[in-house]
């Protein structure tokens, strides 16, 4: 019998009375990529390029135009970190998939490596609709292993919206295991990601190291030069 994993997730909802804006979605299926705007004005873009191991949500930006994500390693820009070259824009993927690392998946691993490491592929837009107060887009992809063995079937849908001073984004998405039994080990990363620009990252005078689960570790820089973020609970 066939398993599901359905996640459903909301990021940037702000004041939900406001009166939402137009959304219209641009695909550019020769290009690989499905740009959202609100009220004419950017707000993200769908990316599937074939060389990237995953589709990601990249730029996105804020209702005044401010660009919330980092631009390494797509896009760089001076004073930026450019560590965790697998932190691309807005992603959702899983460290440990029947041992299978698709979380730290990316151009940085050798050769020789990538045998331990899942991708998102085959990924097909099969639906863009405007809306005047909401746009969608729906896609699938697979969760391969280097051999090209399907591992999971994904079906995601965005539901895209905004506001003068918002800017939201629903995701739901189903992963269906196919041929084998699939299993998520309980580890450190996963699911839903975003790397965001230097100026939101929590400032830290002391350079830190990150382990995977394939064992490679990663030396994160002090995070100075301008990050400012502070990030609190409904608590405080």
């Given at each position: ?140 992809a697979n969760w ?91 608590a405080r």
């Open positions: 019998m066939k398993k599901y994993l359905i996640i459903a997730c909301c990021y940037f909802s702000l004041n939900a009375n406001a009166q939402n804006k137009n959304v219209s979605l641009v695909r550019n299926d020769q290009e690989r990529k499905v740009d959202v705007l609100i009220d004419g004005k950017p707000f993200t873009s769908f990316i599937y390029p074939e060389n990237m191991e995953k589709p990601i949500l990249y730029p996105i930006l804020a209702a005044d135009g401010a660009i919330v994500t980092r631009g390494f390693p797509l896009n760089k820009r001076e004073g930026e970190r450019v560590d965790h070259p697998h932190h691309v824009g807005l992603w959702l993927n899983y460290e440990s998939v029947n041992g299978l690392d698709f979380w730290n998946n990316s151009f940085a691993i050798p050769a020789e490596k990538k045998v331990k490491y899942g991708w998102i592929r085959n990924v097909k837009v099969d639906k863009v609709e405007n809306g005047k107060a909401s746009g969608k887009l729906s896609y699938t391969e292993n280097q051999a090209k063995d399907i591992l999971l079937k994904e079906q995601t849908t965005f539901v895209f919206s905004g506001t003068d001073n918002a800017r939201i984004i629903d995701r739901i998405t189903t992963l269906t295991a196919q041929k084998d039994t699939v299993k998520f080990k309980d580890i450190k990363d996963g699911m839903l990601g975003i790397r965001v620009t230097k100026e939101l990252e929590f400032p830290s005078n002391k350079v830190e190291e990150f382990t995977d689960s394939q064992g490679n570790t990663t030396k994160v820089s002090a995070s100075g030069n301008g990050a400012n973020g502070t990030y609190l609970t409904s």
